[in-house]
Nanobody, 123 residues
Framework: QVQLVESGGGLVQAGASLRLSCAAS????????MGWFRQAPGKEREFVAR????????YYADSVKGRFTISRDNAKNTVYLQMNGLKPEDTAVYYC????????????????WGQGTQVTVSS
């Protein structure tokens, strides 16, 4: 089992930055690819970014490419999502996910989910 706990969400103005963190406990963190997803009110959960076991193989949704950066620190069992240039359309609950790198690609068969952290961007 892997437990994932997100933090770092909040209410910010458009153009601001936030850094989300996801702390993992349980089985070996470095054995899992990690990802971030988000779900806005009334919409389906969508992929945001994923990262490979050692920090390479980063991939982003087109909507966040160039603004968001995913990273991980295997010594701290933590994955991060640095979000710059936030827009109101980035408002959502952001979820951390763990699994094989393939599972973090469509159709997204995720092994473990966090509980989510709210990000609200005002205009």
């Amino acid at each position: 089992q892997v437990q994932l706990v997100e933090s770092g969400g909040g209410l910010v103005q458009a153009g601001a930055s936030l850094r989300l963190s996801c702390a993992a406990s349980g089985r070996t963190f470095s054995s899992y690819a990690m990802g971030w997803f988000r779900q806005a009110p009334g919409k389906e959960r969508e992929f945001v970014a994923r990262i490979g076991l050692s920090g390479g193989a980063r991939y982003y949704a087109d909507s966040v490419k160039g603004r968001f950066t995913i990273s991980r620190d295997n010594a701290k069992n933590t994955v991060y999502l640095q979000m710059n240039g936030l827009k109101p359309e980035d408002t959502a609950v952001y979820y951390c996910a763990a699994g094989s790198y393939g599972s973090l690609s469509p159709p997204y068969v995720i092994d473990y989910w966090g509980q989510g952290t709210q990000v609200t961007v005002s205009s």
